[in-house]
DNA sequence: TGACTTTGACAAGAGATATTGTCAGAATTA
DNA sequence: TAATTCTGACAATATCTCTTGTCAAAGTCA
């Protein structure tokens, strides 16, 4: 038994050590992912598709995820991470205005999916109704953005009241529009030009911004 | 061959016709589907669990359907037009001023999904990431709600300009709050007081409203 | 070169599910 | 009552798909 208990030592292989190589191939799949998913779509894809598409055979896709779930859970967050640090370089690049700010973090948002479409097909559409686990991966996604539009209101209009402006659901609310105008969009094969979208989309913002700041101030103003 | 093709006549069972049995028996698949979808999800109901709940067997299910997506097109089409006819109720019962009817509309609308959490279920999350289909149908259900929100805006604020209106996504942008206000109402277990939802929604369209108002009128006013 | 690891191709079994078909008995009508 | 339709239970087939396993060849290192 513990005789010779050898047991596969990983070893550098091509020049690249074990541990690599297997990052490499997980890379591999997560790209294949993003493909098959983002355009067969998620219930159309199997396992056997997305190691065709990635150059590898099963053994390998189950070396790295437990299931296809599994993937597209890796996949999402990937795509959620870089949007996320997008819009942050976009937001402390301080050029201009904090609304010049907004404006290009929303035009980052879209472009991203006017780049890559399954981006947009996964983001958008695949990531629901596939489990509870995977709705509530798309819930955190959501507040994140409502946060981010939050953050927005409060340094364009600072009279806002914080705490107020912490339990409303506004924030719900744009980053809901956001997310539908992206879903017509998308549907319609990206004929709005991109400019009009940020446009209303400012006026959006903008409107909301007027009006919870009249309301914030108004206390004051009518004492 | 010609002599006797006694083709299985329909008649008179059980007092009730041929025609009107099976009518029935659609009927109770279509109410088990909205069970099963709605609780269990889409993906995870086979037709088996479906008939189960019917109290019928397979052959019935292929009576009336062609497959599991067929039945959820026809639950969710029945979902949108029953809230669509609560809604158009709403509207005509001229009660106060549109605003109140605005949020008459906007109660019922959110009641629905209060009073039974399968047609949220569904109508919220079931219906995304199935087919290409089912995404279409999506689209239009959401098209109608937005063409609600441009009504009544209109109705409102008639100063807006009404082909300008008619060309705008905020509309679209409007429906999208609705939905993701929607999501995380029933993400939470609906703990948020329903009148707080339908407020802060009345002050999301009250200031979008306003805002149009401004704009369209500012070009007179300016001249 | 020789030993060993990695890899890809494919087999194979388990498990679901869709879909059609059979059949006997219950129910109903005439 | 006799004929016949309706109905539910279940069989059976055909497909998929997941998941693990086997194996030999190719690649790599020492």
């Not at 597209?72 to 301080?94: K, P, S």
């Not at 507040?143 to 506004?170: G, N, T």
């Amino acid at each position: 038994m513990s005789m010779k208990t050898k047991k596969t030592r990983s070893r550098v292989y091509g020049g690249i050590k074990a541990n690599l190589r297997q990052a490499e191939r997980r890379k591999k799949l997560i790209e294949a992912g993003l493909e098959a998913f983002g355009t067969k779509g998620y219930a159309k894809t199997n396992i056997k598709m997305i190691c065709g598409i990635a150059g590898l055979t099963e053994r390998y896709f189950y070396e790295s995820f437990r299931h296809k779930e599994d993937l597209l859970r890796v996949v999402y967050r990937e795509l959620i991470d870089e949007g996320q640090r997008d819009a942050m370089a976009a937001l402390e690049d301080n050029e201009g205005t904090p609304v010049d700010a907004a404006a290009r973090v929303l035009r980052m948002f879209y472009q991203r999916f006017y780049q890559d479409p399954r981006r947009a097909q996964i983001q958008l559409f695949e990531i629901l109704g596939v489990s509870k686990n995977i709705d509530r991966e798309y819930q955190n996604a959501m507040r994140l953005l409502a946060d981010l539009v939050r953050l927005f209101l409060y340094k364009v209009f600072p009279r806002i009241h914080e705490e107020k402006l912490s339990r409303s659901i506004i924030p719900t609310g744009l980053a809901g529009s956001i997310i539908m105008i992206a879903h017509e969009w998308v549907l319609n094969g990206f004929v709005t030009p991109l400019d009009d979208i940020i446009s209303e989309c400012m006026d959006l913002f903008m409107a909301m911004g007027k009006h919870l700041n009249k309301k914030s101030g108004s206390r004051s103003e009518r004492a």
